[in-house]
């Protein structure tokens, strides 16, 4: 087998920099616990951050398992509809659309506004779904440091010819846990004369009155020309939205690949994400013992001496530069009941492999705090 022999070697070479990934098996148990390879673990690596995951109940009414078939032949069943309804109603849009996942959210929606004769203005720390869509849109492609939004002004200003700019960003950044000025983005765009694409992956149910996120929180969520979002993170679901306006929508309807050419949420699974996102909307206590958890741990390791970077939210890395040291503090933390997932290149930049630690509101303070003492005594070996 000449491929295999092949394949060998580069992941031999992976192994040598200490990049070589395993699939290892997880069950959440219950009150931020997770079972991980066999061993319970307080479990700092999950994106359930408000605890709804463990909280939704399968409907029992037997709405059809299966969607079989685009929503643009006959998949669209009432369940999208309602859920599209209750998004834009969140989001206080004109309209949303539903996608299957953020990640077809992305790829979909940037190369239906986007072609070779336009650009897109990019955080250099996107997710990689992002990176993807625009790469897929054959648009030229400008990244602009981190957050340095002088620099994004400088580039639409250098490449002002283009028939479209389109700024695109994480809200909340995955990797980070800072967020984008979304106030001067705003401007930025207008100023421009730009289209401005959020990604509200992370801070969707988190951020925001009842949870409808950080643009909404900044009170400029009218001035964002697509508000995208995932019902997979805080949601603790499946799938994504865009919110918009009605015209935006219909445009999106009627040109994103991934939503004309797969098929459609099956109904069991928007029923879960609509049973969410009311109990998201109308339970609060979520979102502040969210807040309060997350300021402990941040406050701890901070005071610690260690470096979690500009983190000011329920994302807290604990940055450690080698990607060989991360994968060492990840076993540690493991062994010392904590999972807590070394993030290393190509996701990170390279020299800032890190631990990255995400706080939920089921978390308990004296878990916490235990967890806290720990990765503290272990990083700072
Ligand atoms: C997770 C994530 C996505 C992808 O969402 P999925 O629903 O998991 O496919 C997109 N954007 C950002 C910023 C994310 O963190």
């Excluded at 078939?69 to 109603?89: K, M, Q, T």
């Excluded at 897109?120 to 492609?141: K, Q, T």
């Excluded at 939004?149 to 994480?170: F, G, P």
Aim: glycine share 10%; hydrophobic share 40%; charged share 25%.
């Amino acid at each position: 087998m000449p491929i295999d022999k092949q394949l060998i070697e580069e992941l031999e070479a992976l192994r040598r920099r200490n990049l070589h990934r395993c699939l290892r098996t997880s069950q959440p148990l219950g009150d931020g616990y997770l079972q991980f390879d066999g061993k319970r673990l307080l479990n700092l690596a999950s994106n359930d951050y408000l605890g709804l995951c463990e909280d939704l109940e399968l409907p029992d009414d037997g709405d059809g398992a299966g969607a079989t078939a685009s929503r643009l032949i006959v998949g669209n069943h009432p369940g999208c509809d309602e859920l599209e309804a209750d998004v834009a109603e969140l989001k206080g849009t004109g309209a949303a659309l539903v996608f299957g996942s953020g990640y077809l959210a992305n790829i979909g929606i940037i190369p239906a506004l986007l072609g070779r004769h336009d650009a897109a203005f990019s955080d250099r720390l996107n997710h990689a779904s992002i990176v993807d869509g625009i790469r897929l849109s054959g648009a030229n492609h400008h990244r602009y440091a981190h957050n340095d939004l002088a620099h994004l002004d400088q580039l639409l200003s250098e490449h002002a010819s283009h028939r479209r700019k389109l700024i695109v960003t994480d809200a909340l950044f995955s990797m980070d846990g800072d967020v984008a000025d979304l106030h001067r983005l705003v401007e930025l765009k207008e100023q421009h004369d730009a289209v401005l694409m959020i990604d509200e992956a992370h801070s969707g149910g988190v951020f925001g009155a009842r949870g409808a996120g950080l643009a909404d929180a900044a009170g400029i969520a009218d001035r964002v020309d697509v508000q995208m979002g995932t019902f997979s993170k805080a949601y603790g679901c499946y799938g994504a939205y865009a919110a918009g306006s009605a015209t935006m929508i219909d445009y999106l309807v009627n040109h994103v690949r991934t939503v004309a050419y797969t098929t459609a949420l099956p109904p069991v699974v928007v029923e879960l994400i609509r049973q969410s996102l009311a109990k998201s909307a109308a339970e609060q206590w979520r979102r502040e013992r969210l807040e309060e958890n997350a300021a402990i741990v941040r406050q701890a390791l901070r005071e610690a001496g260690l470096d979690i970077g500009g983190s000011t939210t329920q994302i807290i890395p604990v940055i450690v530069g080698d990607a060989g040291r991360a994968v060492e503090v990840g076993n540690e933390l493991q062994a010392g009941g904590i999972a807590a997932v070394a993030i290393r290149p190509p996701t990170v930049p390279e020299g800032t492999a890190r631990i990255r630690l995400s706080v939920s509101a089921k978390h308990q303070r004296a878990d916490l705090e235990q967890a806290v003492a720990t990765i503290i005594r272990v990083v700072a070996k």
